[in-house]
T-cell receptor
């Protein structure tokens, strides 16, 4: 079956760095996405990786290793507004998005 | 960037009422739209995939007669929750994918449905 694993919850301190990991097992691979979802709101797109390596976008970076079925989202200079759930999703061979359950990130002052 | 508009944002109604939710892609054409449901503190659950001009594909366990989907144009899909009951109370979110299928899905703002 298809499976995406990410930690349920993480806690970090304002100003610090946090890495949220995602491992996946899917039927085919056509890209990996990270979304941010604040409580009570719809997800917003953060990043997209289809080739191995690191994609940097401001304070957020996303890494992909297709051979390992592994990705991480790196958040630097954490701010209180970064408290949210972070969803990892993989597009399979049918271009369907398979969603992880999300990682709730709690930022403490 | 690509924008998806979802309306209404919040609905409160009595049990037995049917509720229609609209999802529009504002600046791109979407042959495929997705309807999700999310209960509090749970992950997104795909309910159905809506294809323009054809019948929607429902996920296992989702009643197609209860959740009616119409995708009449390349920019509009509607979800109707028929004869809604309190257990249907949830956060419903639509998303749309452009014609190429290679771009990320863009989400509407969601509809919070509360059935009394």
């Amino acid at each position: 079956g298809q499976n995406i694993d990410q930690p349920t919850e993480m806690t970090a301190t304002e100003g610090a760095i946090v890495q949220i990991n995602c491992t996946y097992q899917t039927s085919g691979f056509n890209g990996l996405f990270w979304y941010q979802q604040h409580a009570g709101e719809a997800p917003t797109f953060l990043s997209y990786n289809v080739l191995d390596g690191l994609e940097e976008k401001g304070r957020f970076s996303s890494f992909l290793s297709r051979s390992k079925g592994y990705s991480y989202l790196l958040l630097k200079e954490l701010q209180m507004k970064d408290s949210a759930s972070y969803l990892c999703a993989v597009k399979d061979s049918n271009y369907q998005l398979i969603w992880g359950a999300g990682t709730k990130l709690i930022i403490k002052p | 960037g690509a924008v998806v508009s979802q309306h209404p944002s919040r609905v409160i109604c009595k049990s037995g009422t049917s509720v229609k939710i609209e999802c529009r892609s504002l600046d791109f054409q979407a042959t495929t739209m997705f309807w999700y449901r999310q209960f509090p503190k749970q992950s997104l659950m795909l309910m159905a995939t809506s294809n323009e001009g054809s019948k929607a594909t429902y996920e296992q366990g989702v009643e197609k007669d209860k959740f009616l989907i119409n995708h009449a144009s390349l920019t509009l899909s509607t979800l109707t929750v028929t004869s809604a009951h309190p257990e249907d109370s949830s956060f419903y979110i639509c998303s749309a994918r452009d014609l190429s299928g290679h771009q990320p899905q863009h989400f509407g703002d969601g509809t919070r449905l509360s059935i009394l």
